[in-house]
């Protein structure tokens, strides 16, 4: 299951909510908070709103202070979702189209972040697709903790300096097959994604992101300006770099 964060337009407001990828249509997410919240109510309960916030709250970071608990009520909203789409078709405000809407950044608020060696970022500006990269990146995994110091799942990232870029989704049902590729400047580089299959963060807090450790690529160069690829079987990641770039000394 992939989890997300997503801002859509609802007549003249905005809606941000956590959302999660629609199996059987990948063009549309679900707004799974919403979806608790419908049914709750069917089941006749009482303030079936306030007891969604609750279970199913429309905020990632809420939903990983919940814990493992509220990980499986998520599960449960988007199989009800699924069951509802295959029978009678879920409505546009349950289930709104991904091209109508702006993908943030996974957990566009984390409780903090932290490098595989222990340093923290102080107060990172968080970008997600689409963002601004003021360095050719190497590109990594972050974990993602839940309550009790345990993972959730993992998300693409990019440590760029004194902030960093999360993928779209959340993926809570890691696959380690496959490959993490950037492609830019006309070169690709590659690396399994095994690389970081038995690598365990310690004690990460709920909402806290633990960057792994970049794999060595070699230098792919870039001009400034331009388009930067990082994909893995979770999704493609489109950056851009800054018109001005700052050059580290890469691995």
């Known amino acids: 299951m992939r989890l997300g964060t997503a801002v859509w337009s609802e007549g003249p407001r905005e809606r941000m909510a956590l959302v999660a990828q629609l199996p059987s249509d990948p063009a549309r997410f679900v707004d799974v908070n919403r979806v608790e ?16 916030a609750e279970l199913v709250p429309p905020c990632l970071r809420r939903l990983l202070e919940g814990g493992p608990r509220a990980l499986h009520r998520v599960r449960q909203a ?15 405000a349950l289930a709104p189209r991904v091209a109508e809407a702006r993908v943030l950044p996974c957990l566009p608020r984390p409780t903090g972040v932290r490098r595989w060696d222990g340093t923290r970022l102080e107060g990172p500006e968080v970008q997600g697709p689409g963002g601004v990269l003021c360095q050719v990146p190497v590109p990594t995994l972050a974990w993602i903790g839940t309550q009790g110091g345990q993972v959730a799942g993992c998300c693409l990232a990019v440590d760029d300096g ?5 993928g779209a989704w959340l993926e ?23 690389t970081w299959k038995d690598l365990t963060p310690r004690e990460p807090q709920a909402g806290e992101v ?10 792919c160069p870039a001009a400034p300006g331009g388009i930067i690829l990082i994909a893995a079987p979770m999704e493609t990641l489109a950056l851009r770099l800054a018109e001005s770039l700052v050059h580290p000394t890469l691995q």
């Not at 988007?78 to 546009?92: D, M």
């Open 172 to 194: 809570l049902d890691m696959v380690w097959d496959g490959e993490l590729e950037l492609a830019a400047g006309g070169r690709r580089r590659r690396v399994p994604m095994d």
């Open 162 to 166: 004194d902030g960093i870029i999360l």
């Open 210 to 219: 633990v960057l792994a450790p970049p794999p060595r690529f070699r230098t």
């Open 78 to 92: 988007l199989a009800y979702a699924e069951k509802w789409e295959r029978r009678h078709g879920l409505p546009e």
């Open 37 to 52: 919240h419908m049914r709750l109510a069917k089941l006749g309960e009482g303030r079936p709103e306030a007891l969604a």
